[in-house]
């Protein structure tokens, strides 16, 4: 069993940044991939941010060049660096952890004010 721990979320206005952090009870180099999911009321869980296991990254168009997805190996964490907020990044964020088996963190409210 492995333990995603998400931090980091809060409120903000609109252009503000937020940093969300996911720590890992185990060592993340065993992951095929982290990745940063979301959920606004009333919609889907979508696919933010993606970093593989090689370092490559794969970001939602609504949020490539603001958001940057980044994991430091020995702290077993990864990073996910929001700038330029918008209302529509209101959203509660997952933390995801693929070690052959899906692992989920307990989600990270983010709120953006217009």
């Known amino acids: 069993q492995v333990q995603l721990v998400e931090s980091g979320g809060g409120l903000v206005q609109a252009g503000g940044s937020l940093r969300l952090s996911c720590a890992a009870s185990?060592?993340?180099?065993?992951?095929?991939?982290m990745g940063w999911y979301r959920q606004a009321p009333g919609k889907q869980r979508e696919l933010v941010a993606l970093?593989?296991?090689?370092?490559?990254?794969h970001y939602a168009d609504s949020v490539k060049g603001r958001f940057t997805i980044s994991r430091d190996n020995a702290k077993n964490t990864v990073y996910l660096q929001m700038t330029s907020l918008k209302p529509e990044d209101t959203a509660v964020y997952y933390c995801?952890?693929?070690?052959?088996?899906?692992?989920w963190g307990q989600g990270t409210q983010v709120t953006v004010s217009s």
């Open positions: 970093i593989i296991s090689g370092g490559g990254t």
């Open positions: 995801n952890a693929d070690y052959g088996h899906n692992y």
């Open positions: 185990r060592s993340i180099l065993s992951t095929n991939a």
